[in-house]
């Protein structure tokens, strides 16, 4: 349920409407402050509330609605209909993400498996347009056989290449036990496909600063992924932005997942959350990553994922789907042409790909 605030209601007046609704009804409330209102969220069993008794509560209320949905703080409505934006502060610059703000770019290899070789890559994502250095220390792998990443080694690596960079650095966690490590380093936690549903995970996430990169679990609907998402909400962090990252339906035989473009749109109606794009992970082979990027782009995307590795012949982990820093390069100008149709497309690229 929300409470939607008159235009100019005073602070006092907000806080007495929100402590008297929490002690009434037991329940929690919790004020957003969007660009054209002022939202109260109401979080609790309200399905006994009386709409009018709220309503009746403050000559300040303009409205009081149910949230239908069965997820509540990352729904659309909750927040009136207004986007939400996460705000990263990396070494060399702010990042916004979200619908009102130009496309961020996050590219790095899928696996950080030396120092020399995730700074090379740090420094050419950069010159490209990239904003943030992604790479795993921590690797879920099919296979217990299979590389499994460096570990915290690896994440003093990605230290070393935020300071050679000033990039931004994303990393994903895979166990609770790993989080502090991860959070000291990464200014965007990932949480990648095989833990969606970690709730514990989610929780702890949830309960600590930084935000968080949910991936969608590669066989989850969009109902689960954004109660995945909740849980974050609810545990207290608000900072949240989903990357769709291909899902498994009856044919991989040419593509290793079908890249589900249409939650852009359908997210878009359903939440306030930034969304990302993985073409890497959605077709697993480097030559339709480019399409699929432009198709992103063109599609309303908040920011794109591309894994780039200096020799993707060799490496350890998703070569085949990591495209060349040459490559990549060609794609960030390619890629500008349809981020600057739509409006999107940060300044700085523009100036580069000119
Ligand atoms: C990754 O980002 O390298 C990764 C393992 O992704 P996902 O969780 O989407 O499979
Ligand atoms: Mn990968």
């Given at each position: 349920m929300i409470v939607i605030l008159k235009n100019g209601t005073p602070a006092e007046e907000i806080t007495r409407i929100s402590e008297g609704l929490s002690e009434v009804w037991e329940v929690k409330v919790e004020k957003s402050v969007g660009k054209h209102k002022v939202i109260l969220g109401i979080i609790g069993d309200t399905a006994t509330i009386d709409t009018l008794q709220i309503q009746e509560f403050s000559p300040w209320i303009q409205q009081v609605m149910r949230v239908?949905?069965?997820?509540?703080?990352?729904?659309?409505e909750f927040r009136y209909g207004e986007a939400s934006e996460v705000i990263v502060n990396t070494p060399n610059e702010r990042v916004y993400f979200g619908e009102h703000h130009p496309i961020v770019v996050v590219a790095g290899p899928c696996?950080?498996?030396n120092e020399e070789m995730i700074v090379e890559t740090a420094k050419r994502v950069k010159a490209a347009g990239a904003k943030f250095l992604r790479g795993g220390a921590y690797k879920p792998r099919t296979?217990?056989?299979?590389?499994?990443?460096?570990?915290e080694s690896a994440l003093g690596l990605l230290a070393a290449a935020r300071d050679a960079t000033g990039l931004g650095i994303i990393t994903e966690v895979m166990d609770t036990a790993d989080l502090a490590a991860v959070a000291r380093v990464s200014d965007v936690i990932q949480v990648g496909a095989r833990n969606m549903q970690n709730f514990a995970l989610l929780k702890k996430v949830g309960a600590q600063d930084k935000p968080v990169l949910l991936k969608r679990g590669m066989a989850a609907t969009i109902d689960e992924w954004l109660m995945a998402a909740e849980y974050i909400l609810a545990s207290g962090n608000p900072n949240v932005i989903l990357c769709e990252r291909g899902i498994r339906t009856f044919d991989s035989k040419y593509a290793r997942n079908t890249l589900d473009l249409s939650v852009i749109p359908v997210l878009r109606s359903l939440t306030h959350l930034p969304i990302m794009i993985d073409p890497s992970h959605g077709t697993g082979k480097s030559e339709y990553v480019p399409s699929m990027a432009f198709a992103a782009i063109a599609a309303g995307t908040d920011a794109l994922m591309i894994e780039v590795h200096p020799n993707p012949a060799r490496a350890l982990s998703d070569g085949p789907q990591s495209l060349t820093p040459e490559r990549f390069d060609c794609l960030a100008q390619e890629m500008s042409v349809i981020g600057k149709v739509v409006g999107r497309w940060p300044q700085q690229v523009l100036v580069n790909a000119i």
């Open positions: 239908q949905k069965p997820f509540k703080r990352v729904s659309r696996s950080v498996e296979s217990p056989y299979a590389f499994q990443g460096h570990g």
